[in-house]
């Protein structure tokens, strides 16, 4: 039983400083993710980007004969349509390429990794719309089941390949010797534009496609190659910065990191994240502590609103299903949360389009911090599935001109022994 000297005090805090401001992510690994990325966008608060990909091809069947005197008579590069991001209405311009130096299965490959290509553009600087359609269209022998973008080819490669040693094709390691694989790209858009994603496992959809015909007079045949999850791939991303709107390049490009707290960019596609800090965490803590008491964290819930501005135009720049929130360790690691073990449905993360914002559960991350038994020079703040999405988000900073800004609303007991 407890004595009448003995009693629990309940405290509610929402105003605890929270520094916080955007940054550049400096790399971040892309390879064989779950969709490729495709297109160019002006977005007119973080500036351009653009998106392409390089990957591998897998036979779709070995000792391919394509006849003693084989016509070619269309090469086409089709890729399944899974969404998009941004404004379709602007014409995209691709370019593929023929790679000329292999990928390697050990090696890693991030946003800025490149690799040496043959100088012709096979594509021709072939002009699209990145609009969600073609499902249920026939294509020869075939009707799609989903959208798609063709892209016609130069027949020469179709020539390429009627002309090899039949060896080559005796598999796809030798076929992948003989032809390392493609990179695709395009130009950077002047207003508009938007990101296309793209299934690369699509096996029936997503396909280089080579229509021939064994003579000239001989019936029209097929033949087809495919991307597998054995296969290399990745995402490539350019980003010009500095033509983003001044607010964000004054804060990311130049480095004011006081903008962070009226308002702050994510940005997937290797592009932008934050850092937060609680910087007046430990003060705060020993301010409530009387001899004998300890200080014990009941809930405490970190809340990401958005910021409300036409620059922030949802409408079009939707904003991301999910953001990650990591704590950076002294040497530059990150590690997660002690509340992520809590499971999804606690721990938060998930964006809701009824309060406009994300929310996290932070209570034992900051529990520990108190007590001494982790160590964290802060939260980086990003979204889930930067490597392969092209979201982006802006968020109101703790001192933003509204009514719902960033926080951390703090449920706290003092117990007395």
Known sequence: ?????????????DSLRITCHSMEVDSMPTKNGTTLLLGSMLDPVMGSTDAGFITELHLSSTNQYFGDQPIIDSVVLQLALTGYYGDTATMQTVHVYQLSEALVDSLSYYQFSDLSTESVDLANGYQFYPHP???????GHDTLTQAVIRIPLDPSLGETFAAADSALFSSTEAFKEFFPGLKVVCEPVAQGG????INPTSNTVTQLQIYYRETAEGNPMRYYFYIT???????????DYTLGSPDFVQQVVQGDTLLGQTQ???????GVRALLRFT???NWAESLKEDGSHLIINEAKLILPALEESGNDTSLYTPPTSLALLSLNADGTTSLLADYMEGTAYYGGSYSSAQKSVMFRISEHLQNLILGSVSSQGLYL???GASYNAQRWIIAGPDANQDDMLRCEIKYSIVKE
């Open 382 to 384: 990003s979204i889930v």
């Open 194 to 197: 938007a990101i296309s994603y």
């Open 229 to 239: 999850s054995d296969d290399v791939y990745f995402n490539q991303y350019l980003h």
């Open 133 to 139: 359609r073609t499902t249920n269209t026939v294509v």
């Open 264 to 270: 702050l960019y994510l940005q997937s596609m290797g």
């Open 1 to 13: 039983m407890l004595s009448d000297s003995d009693h629990i005090a309940v405290g509610f805090v």
């Open 280 to 282: 007046d965490l430990m």
